[in-house]
C-alpha cells in the first residue's frame, strides 16, 4: 500500500487591523492586515492535522511583514480588527 503524505496546506484568516501603522520599507502609512497562517499535514492530499500556526502582522502595499506571538496576535484582534478577504 502506497501511503501518500506531505505538508504543503496552509488555511489562513485575516484581519484588518483598526490603526494605522507606518510602514518603513515602503514608507507608507495604511492599516495592516493581522493574519494567522495554520500549516497542516495532508494525507492522500487532504489536511489532516495542523503542525505549525503563524501569526503576522504585515504591510498590504509591499507585504513587509512581523511576526507576533499568540498573545499578542488575539490582542490586536480584540482590540479591533475586522475580518479581510
Ligand atoms: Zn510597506
Given at each position: 500500500m502506497?501511503?501518500?503524505?506531505g505538508?504543503?496546506?496552509?488555511?489562513?484568516?485575516?484581519?484588518?487591523?483598526?490603526?494605522?501603522?507606518?510602514?518603513?520599507?515602503?514608507?507608507?502609512t495604511?492599516?495592516?492586515?493581522?493574519?494567522?497562517?495554520?500549516?497542516?499535514i495532508?494525507?492522500?492530499?487532504l489536511?489532516?492535522?495542523?503542525?505549525?500556526?503563524?501569526?503576522?502582522?504585515y504591510?498590504?502595499i509591499?507585504?513587509?511583514?512581523?511576526?507576533?506571538?499568540?498573545?499578542?496576535?488575539?490582542?490586536?484582534?480584540?482590540?479591533?480588527?475586522?475580518?479581510f478577504?
Amino acid at each position: 500500500m502506497i501511503i501518500i503524505a506531505g505538508a504543503g496546506h496552509t488555511q489562513s484568516e485575516k484581519y484588518l487591523f483598526d490603526e494605522d501603522k507606518h510602514c518603513f520599507h515602503c514608507n507608507n502609512t495604511s492599516r495592516w492586515i493581522l493574519q494567522k497562517t495554520r500549516h497542516f499535514i495532508t494525507l492522500f492530499f487532504l489536511p489532516v492535522a495542523p503542525y505549525k500556526t503563524e501569526y503576522t502582522l504585515y504591510c498590504p502595499i509591499c507585504g513587509n511583514s512581523v511576526k507576533l506571538d499568540k498573545e499578542k496576535y488575539d490582542q490586536m484582534k480584540r482590540a479591533g480588527s475586522q475580518a479581510f478577504k
